[in-house]
Each structure stands twice: as structure tokens, then as C-alpha cells.
Nanobody
């Protein structure tokens, strides 16, 4: 089993910053990629940012220049640094980690979701 625990969400004023963390634990042999998704009320879940095992990153257009995804391989943790936040960034943020278990099987695990609210 692989479990993800998210932290760092909360309420922030427009223009402010938040840093989200997602720590993976369990029977992990290797991690191939880490993603952050978000879902606004009444909207579909959308991909925000991704980082590969080699450190390559990709971002959705609405967050480019404002959000940075990074990882700490030693801690099996992915971060999402969010700056210059806008009200439209409000939503529940989910991490998703893909990799291989110690049993040499593929896995994909979701975090529990964490609320980010940006006030105007």
C-alpha cells in the first residue's frame, strides 16, 4: 500500500502565497512522476503541474509563472509553491504519485485533497 498525506493548504488573500506538501509512504521502490491537480466547486478536476523522476516539469497555462512544482527524493515528497494567488486558484488540491512498489508492480495513489481558498 502507498499512502499520500497532503498539508499546507488554507486561506490566503489575493496576491499571497502558499506552499503545499505531499508525502508518500509505504511499499515504494521507485517514483516515476508526481502531479498536482485541483478541483474548483462545480468544476472538473484539472491538472496543474507535473514533475518527472528526472526533474522535468510541466505547468498548466493559468498557473505558469506563479506556481513551482518540486520534489525531495529522499523524503518521497512533492511540493507546490504558489505565489501571486488569485481567487480563481480556489479549490481542492490533490497530489497524485506514480511509481513502482517493492513488489515490482505499478501504482498510482491520490492524496486526500486539501482546501485552498484565495480571498479577493
Amino acid at each position: 500500500q502507498v499512502q499520500l498525506v497532503e498539508s499546507g493548504g488554507g486561506l490566503v488573500q489575493a496576491g499571497g502565497s502558499l506552499r503545499l506538501s505531499c508525502a508518500a509512504s509505504g511499499s515504494i521502490f521507485s517514483i516515476n512522476g508526481m502531479d498536482w491537480y485541483r478541483q474548483a466547486a462545480g468544476k472538473q478536476r484539472e491538472l496543474v503541474a507535473s514533475i518527472t523522476s528526472g526533474g522535468s516539469t510541466n505547468y498548466a497555462d493559468p498557473v505558469k509563472g506563479r506556481i513551482t512544482i518540486s520534489r525531495d527524493n529522499a523524503k518521497n515528497t512533492v511540493y507546490l509553491q504558489m505565489n501571486s494567488l488569485k481567487p480563481e486558484d480556489t479549490g481542492v488540491y490533490y497530489c497524485y504519485i506514480r511509481g513502482t512498489t517493492t513488489w515490482k508492480t505499478d501504482f498510482g495513489s491520490w492524496g486526500q485533497g486539501i482546501q485552498v481558498t484565495v480571498s479577493s
